[in-house]
């Protein structure tokens, strides 16, 4: 092999170097989500310190939702929300406060999830708090508080459900359980299972 050929192998070889080199450095080279995928699961709006309202046909106040931030994703029609302060106002008067570090509206808006630190506050409750324990502490006609780590609220039904461990704490004792549902218009908590609790009389 002469050296003017050794030279021209030698130029080959470093120009594919180049080229390879050239080729993985390129933006081009990298795989991404297809331009569909990327919009698809993009937020189409966001908004901070929202609040939202929702009237009924008489114009009286239904609910109330506040939230640090609302991300909406129009691919799923999830509604991401961060620290949200639900609250509902009853027929009678009582007033439901539920809060969470972080919630959901699911699509269509009907139904909202909560999670993470949630805690539901009834005040006045006029109906009757039932735990499924028969005895005199299914009785309550003030505070009410549920803590869970999970909640799914309908805000048509006025209906809080979970199947996860709960705490509730009245005037006169503490009561805990494994999965709750809890109607805000009646006032009454139908605790499902591994109940147990204390009671105080006044």
Known sequence: MTYRTTLILSAILLAILALVYW????????????????????????????????????GSLKYQLKSDSITHYPYNDHTLLQMPVLKNQGDNGQITTSRADNGKLLPGGDDIELWDNVVV??????????????????????????????????????????????????????????????????????LKSRVRGTYEPE
């Open 23 to 58: 080729l993985a450095d390129s933006p081009a080279s990298i795989v991404t989500n297809s331009p569909t995928e990327v919009i698809d699961q993009d937020a189409d709006y966001f908004l901070t310190d929202a609040l939202i309202k929702e009237h009924d046909i008489t």
């Open 121 to 190: 506050i009834q005040d006045n409750t006029a109906g009757r708090f039932a735990t499924g324990i028969a005895s005199e502490n299914n009785q309550s006609t003030g505070r009410v508080r549920m803590d869970t780590d999970f909640v799914t609220i309908s805000l048509k039904e006025e209906v809080a459900d979970t199947h996860r461990p709960v705490l509730i704490i009245t005037d006169n004792g503490e009561t805990r359980a494994t999965g709750m549902t809890a109607y805000f218009q009646q006032g009454q908590i139908h």
